[in-house]
């Protein structure tokens, strides 16, 4: 079994019903929840809205690839209403939105991949608060 750490955030509708749902799919089709954070507000991160944000991050054992991961994960992202991931510009930076859900892997065990759709470790967290404090809190135990 590998270990993923998951980060999700939700800005629109009813943030903590999204989040509750996305781990129950999430536990169902990634793999166990063995940890989950305390929701975190954060204000949005790259572009303006009026909508806080609610965030969390879990850690799940899983027997999927990061590849099947990242697929489960988008599939749970459109069940539960996002739209799409982020929109690309002509200049091919990202635009961030508003959205119901958004679930990004932001550790899969100490892999380090590096492709156009899939970067382990999440190549921002860093700079997110409202991704390294509740990871932080999960993470303190081990």
Same mark, same amino acid.
């Not at 690839?65 to 690309?88: D, F, N, W, Y």
């Given at each position: ?24 799919? #999430? ?75 958004? #679930? ?39």
């Amino acid at each position: 079994m590998s270990e993923v750490y998951l980060g999700l955030g939700s800005n629109l509708g009813d943030k903590e019903d999204h989040i509750r749902k996305a781990i129950t799919l #999430i536990g169902e089709r990634v793999g166990l929840v063995v940890r989950q954070s305390s929701l975190v507000s954060s204000e949005p991160w790259g572009f303006e809205s009026a909508n806080s944000f609610l965030n969390a991050v879990i850690c799940c054992e899983t027997s999927l690839t990061p590849r099947q991961v990242l697929q489960t994960t988008q599939q749970i992202e459109r069940e539960l209403g996002k739209s799409q991931r982020h929109a690309t510009i002509r200049n091919k930076t990202t635009r961030y939105h508003d959205r119901p859900i958004d #679930i990004d892997i932001l550790l899969y065990d100490d892999l380090i991949i590096d492709e156009p759709d899939l970067k382990i470790p999440h190549p921002l967290m860093q700079q997110r608060d409202f991704v390294m404090k509740p990871l932080n809190e999960i993470t303190a135990a081990d």
